[in-house]
């Protein structure tokens, strides 16, 4: 069984840096894309960063470009979402997933979530 799960969130002050690793166990993800996406309290889950497989693409949603960097270590079956400059708005739970693309559809195995909360 495949098994996805993230790992490195906590509670940071703004402007301060988190970095979220994912792990892939079950099924190497070398040949699949990742991506991150977020849940704010009362809000949608939103799309945040993706990666193809091959980790030579990288696509971010507009609110964290120039903040956050997405990788991968595909010899490890890892993937990270480093986070710099946090913002409390930036406060969600932070979820990995199997896929790539930036709608919630074009993903097939999710993690189960790891909470980032941002205090001002």
């Known amino acids: 069984q495949v098994h996805v799960e993230e790992s490195g969130g906590g ?4 402007g301060g840096s988190l970095r979220l690793s ?6 190497s993800f070398s040949a699949f894309g990742m991506g991150w996406f977020r849940r704010a309290p009362g809000k949608e889950r939103e799309f945040v960063a993706t990666i193809n497989w091959t980790g030579e693409t990288v696509w971010y949603a507009d ?6 960097t997405i990788s991968r270590d595909n010899a490890k079956d890892t993937g990270a979402l480093q986070m710099n400059s946090l913002k409390p708005e930036d406060t969600a ?5 199997r896929g790539y693309g930036d709608r919630s559809v074009d993903y097939d195995l999710w993690g189960q979530g790891t909470q980032v909360t941002v205090s001002s």
């Open 63 to 68: 609110s964290v470009k120039g903040r956050f």
């Open 22 to 27: 994912c792990a892939v166990s079950g099924e």
């Open 11 to 14: 509670l940071v002050q703004a």
């Open 93 to 97: 739970v932070y979820y990995c997933a």
